[in-house]
């Protein structure tokens, strides 16, 4: 069974631009969550989408955005890039509300120059 | 707000030397805590949920336990392919899909 795919897997943006990053979920599961990891602040909490519903949002400014296909795959926005938004951007999927882990992808690395 | 703290930040340990890592957790509506895996460059790779106080789950040389504040991750005679980050994270209120980490312990096994 294939993992969470994340693409693309490095990305580098100027400052004041703006960023899509897509994510495909296991096979079968309709619950996808975002999540930014840096060295000073660890993994935070972005949103999370079931059935192309945003059903929890991180407190992140209103320049991340995010949005779930019909097939479950997910991209998230960054709009006016800057240079605190780079970062390990992580999605994980997991089945509807079972109580069962997420299973988290490799991750896009975005650098902000 | 939820809160997770993770203790020590670093943990240098001798190849068979046991140990445990700490986190404690102010979740509200705890619905599971969970411990994650990270090796550098990677994803989270999942090891454990705990879902009530008194729970206990093993793996190898791994072992969760659950109190009503705290959870403790037990390595049991370590070896050097467990050096990693792990971390501690927990679901509250309405969904298992907004989780709150912990800034994590970074692991070295030494041989």
């Known amino acids: 069974k294939a993992g969470v795919t994340q693409t693309p897997r490095y990305l580098i943006k100027t400052r004041g631009q703006q960023v899509t990053l897509s994510c495909s979920p296991i096979s079968g599961h309709r619950s996808v969550s975002w999540y930014q990891q840096t060295p000073g602040q660890g993994l935070q909490f972005l949103f999370e989408?079931?059935?192309?519903?945003?059903?929890n949002k991180g407190n992140f400014p209103g320049r991340f955005s995010g949005r779930q296909f019909s097939n479950s795959r997910s991209e998230m926005n960054v709009s006016t890039l800057e240079l605190g938004d780079s970062a390990l951007y992580l999605c994980?999927?997991?089945?509807?509300?079972?109580?069962?882990?997420?299973?988290f992808g490799p991750g896009t690395r975005l650098t902000v120059t | 707000e939820d809160q997770v703290t993770q203790s020590p930040e670093a943990l240098r340990l001798q190849e068979g030397e046991s140990s445990s890592l700490n986190c404690s957790y102010t979740v509200s509506g705890l619905r599971g805590l969970f411990w994650y895996r990270q090796d550098p460059g990677k994803g989270p790779e999942f090891l454990f949920t705990l879902y009530s106080a008194g729970e206990e789950k093993e793996k190898e040389r791994l072992k969760a336990t659950l109190t009503k504040k705290e959870s403790f991750l037990h390595i049991t005679a370590p070896k050097p392919e467990d050096s990693a980050t792990y971390l501690c994270?927990?679901?509250?209120?309405?969904?298992?899909?907004?989780?709150?980490f912990g800034q994590g312990t970074i692991l070295t096994v030494h041989p």
């Open positions: 994270a927990g679901a509250g209120g309405t969904s298992y899909g907004k989780l709150t």
């Open positions: 989408y079931f059935s192309e519903t945003q059903r």
């Open positions: 994980a999927s997991s089945l509807v509300d079972s109580g069962q882990q997420q299973y």
